[in-house]
């Protein structure tokens, strides 16, 4: 992979450069934080709305609750950040011809499309960090502590599944010259992954299944399945990136 | 653009041709845009790839940093055969594309030092390369600005810095004084003519006074096909012929209509141009038109301010050769259409 390290450099300045990084994080430390706090304070708030028209007996917000709130969240908006970090990354050089200066100098096409998804990643990873920090946090404030080792291994799953949102418009982005194509891709995926989540023979290895066993680890449950699921994942992101590679060796700039 | 290159980074250059084209063909759809090209490039040689717009310059260039495939034929530069995604052919090669782009957010000092990256240099060599290369285009002071402020003569200087960074032994200029101003375009080509014997560049233009300032071979592309190659003393010796100029006195536009008629029906004329008080007669027999030239004149009643045999050019080479484009075979915008042809 030659001049990888160099292209990973340029990237991760990139995604600095350009504030990617710091909107994201800030947007992930708000969804963070704003979790546990939704999770404790929905029962007020819907009584708040409600007033006296409406009768409705929630159980008292849990710890559990306040986790579930944040998968929820990171789940929805952080697809969708993901699908938006991955789409102008290959299709926008392409067009604008900065691929083509890269790849007139020492740099392999493999290193050119591996240094890019390292940087996407990169940047989810943070992210997910920050707001996970930020939800253990609150949830401490509000509710109670959860084990740091449970909720990081849970955030490591949660990360893998944007990585793999990220690698699925990633390869739309590889695929066409257009970032809408490659984000509409992404976004579709979104929506068929979500369908076939609820088939339990298939569900729980798309990285749409993570969410469980990040569940489990979170709580502190017992006989949590990880190794399945992490590995369908992971497999599903370098497959995702190896047929990115076959057409984008192929392609002319 | 003063300073003088400095040792190349590159290693020692396989034996042969700098560049060798066996039969390119490139077909886009309907458009063939190249269309089985032979072309070999001395090592050490200034080379001028000469067109009219459409003629498949810069098609050639983009096979040959790799960034193209041809639909037919094959290339080897610097002794690496041509193919998209090969390393071992950008390490010897230097490319600068007709428009270059860059990252916007990105300072031209820091695309300098991505670029020595890319190419293996790393602490105080890169720095220093990297230094040489900003005084040398003379982008010292823009050096730590954003190229998103650059203007389009900056661009193309730091798209000259990139391209010469490593000391490349093939230099690949599509097109690169376009956007220069004067001074900007005189310092390029004397950096060009500078690399003379030192790397071998290939030179894409229609400016054909640039190429005749610093090329030693040139090739002459039109329509896809090479219409020729060689040393340029023999290409003008071979294809330009005599040409006689005249300067008629002002206000006898009858007369040098007159002139003009009868200069085209002599018989060792081949081409008169009339234009903006300039006659230029392109003659098959030099000593007979020496002979018969001034009679038709003074028979026409036209006072000449003055009358010379020139020097032919690379421009009568390229007209003897290419012509003017027929106006059927020029777009809208004036340019020449690529030729069209039908599935094979």
Redesign the interface.
């Known amino acids: 992979m ?2 990888f ?3 990973l ?2 990237e991760l ?2 995604q600095w ?2 504030t990617r990084l710091p909107v994201v994080a800030t947007v992930f430390l708000l969804v963070g934080l704003s979790s546990p706090l939704l999770a404790r304070f929905t029962p007020e708030i819907l009584k708040a709305v409600g007033g006296d028209q409406f009768q409705i007996v929630l159980p008292t917000p849990t710890a559990a609750d306040a986790y579930d709130q944040l998968a929820k969240n990171l789940g929805q908006f952080g697809a969708l950040i993901a699908v938006l970090l991955a789409m102008g990354s290959v299709a926008t050089e392409k067009e ?3 691929a ?10 493999a290193a050119f499309l591996a240094a890019k998804l390292v940087a996407i990643a990169t940047t989810l990873g943070v992210a997910t960090v920050i707001a996970a920090a930020g939800a253990w946090f609150y949830t401490l404030v509000l509710f109670e502590p959860l084990a740091v080792p449970g909720f990081a291994a849970a955030t490591i799953l949660q990360w893998l599944a944007l990585v793999a949102f990220a690698a699925i418009t990633f390869l739309g982005s590889t695929l066409t010259r257009s970032s809408l194509a490659a984000a509409g891709l992404g976004v579709a995926s979104f929506i068929v992954l979500g369908i076939l989540s609820i088939v339990p023979t298939i569900g729980r290895y798309l990285p749409t299944g993570l969410g469980e066993p990040a569940r489990g680890l979170a709580l502190g449950q017992p006989g949590v399945d990880v190794l399945g699921p992490t590995v369908a994942s992971v497999v599903l992101i370098g497959v995702l990136a190896g047929i990115a590679w076959l057409a984008f ?5 | 653009m003063t300073a003088a290159l400095t040792g190349s980074v590159t290693t020692t250059a396989p034996a042969g041709p700098a560049i060798e084209a066996r039969g390119l063909s490139k077909r886009f759809g309907a458009i063939l845009a190249l269309d089985g090209l032979d072309l070999r490039v001395p090592r050490g040689s200034v080379f001028g790839l000469l067109g009219p717009n459409g003629a498949g310059k810069t098609t050639t260039i983009r096979i040959l940093t790799g960034l193209a495939r041809p639909t037919a034929g094959s290339a080897s530069v610097a002794g690496v055969e041509v193919a998209l995604d090969e390393p071992r052919l950008h390490r010897r090669v230097g490319y600068l594309d007709q428009d270059p782009r860059f990252y916007s957010w990105m300072k031209g000092r820091e695309l300098l030092e991505l670029v020595g990256r890319l190419h293996g240099l790393a602490g105080s060599e890169l720095r220093t390369r990297v230094g040489e290369m900003l005084i040398r285009t003379g982008l010292v002071a823009a050096a730590d600005r954003r190229i998103g402020g650059y203007s389009g003569g900056m661009r193309q200087r730091l798209g000259i810095a990139q391209a010469l960074l490593h000391g490349p032994d093939i230099l690949f200029l599509d097109e690169p004084v376009s956007s220069l101003d004067p001074e900007g375009r005189r310092d390029l080509l004397e950096l060009i003519a500078g690399l003379r014997g030192e790397a071998t560049v290939v030179f894409s233009t229609h400016v054909l006074s640039d190429v005749e300032r610093i090329c030693d071979r040139v090739a002459i592309l039109d329509r896809g096909r090479r219409v020729t190659e060689g040393p340029l003393e023999e290409l003008l010796a071979a294809h330009a012929r005599p040409i006689f100029r005249l300067v008629p006195a002002s206000g006898q536009d009858e007369a040098v209509a007159t002139l003009v008629e009868r200069l085209r029906a002599a018989t060792w004329s081949t081409d008169v141009a009339a234009d903006r008080g300039l006659v230029r007669v392109t003659v098959s027999d030099a000593d007979a038109a020496a002979a018969g030239l001034l009679p038709l004149v003074v028979a026409a009643g036209v006072v000449l301010e003055s009358f010379e045999r020139a020097r032919p050019t690379l421009e009568d080479v390229f007209l003897e050769l290419v012509g003017p484009a027929p106006t059927a075979e020029l777009d809208g915008r004036g340019f020449v259409r690529p030729r069209e042809v039908g599935p094979r």
């Open positions: 030659s001049g390290g160099a292209l450099r340029k300045l990139e450069r350009t604008r011809g900065t083509a200066l890269i790849l007139t100098k020492p740099a392999g096409r060796r192929r392609q002319e700039l």
